[in-house]
């Protein structure tokens, strides 16, 4: 299994980015997907999921901000990031568990500026 997110960058504050995350390897329509992210000094968190059938569940200080949403034809998960803010600088990373393991991609760096 492999993940390869993009779509990183540099914004400002109030600006908006979505990130996308290509998954190859799985039957991506019956895996479960999130996206986390892991700011400088902090843990990994996690920002939003997406399962099978398409329900999302989100970290609440993401609630209304971003919507992730996924692509069973393309194999892929996206998360749209509006609002953004200076404390959602991180690196952005995409995850699935495939036959009881879990598969990270490498992460995309987003920076926000104020």
């Known amino acids: 299994v492999q993940l390869q997110a993009s779509g990183g960058g540099l914004v400002q504050a109030g600006g908006s980015l979505r990130l996308s995350c290509v998954a190859s390897g799985m039957n991506f329509r019956l895996n479960t997907l999130a996206w986390y992210r892991q700011a400088p000094g902090m843990q990994r968190e996690l920002v939003a999921s997406?399962?099978?059938?398409?329900?999302?569940n989100y970290t609440d200080s993401m609630k209304g901000r971003f919507i992730i949403s996924r692509d069973n034809r393309r194999n892929t998960v996206s998360l749209q990031m509006n609002s953004l803010k200076p404390e959602d600088t991180a690196v952005y990373y995409c995850?699935?568990?495939?036959?009881?393991?879990?598969?990270w991609g490498k992460g995309t760096l987003v920076t926000v500026s104020s």
């Open positions: 997406i399962g099978t059938l398409g329900t999302s």
């Open positions: 995850k699935t568990k495939n036959r009881g393991r879990e598969f």
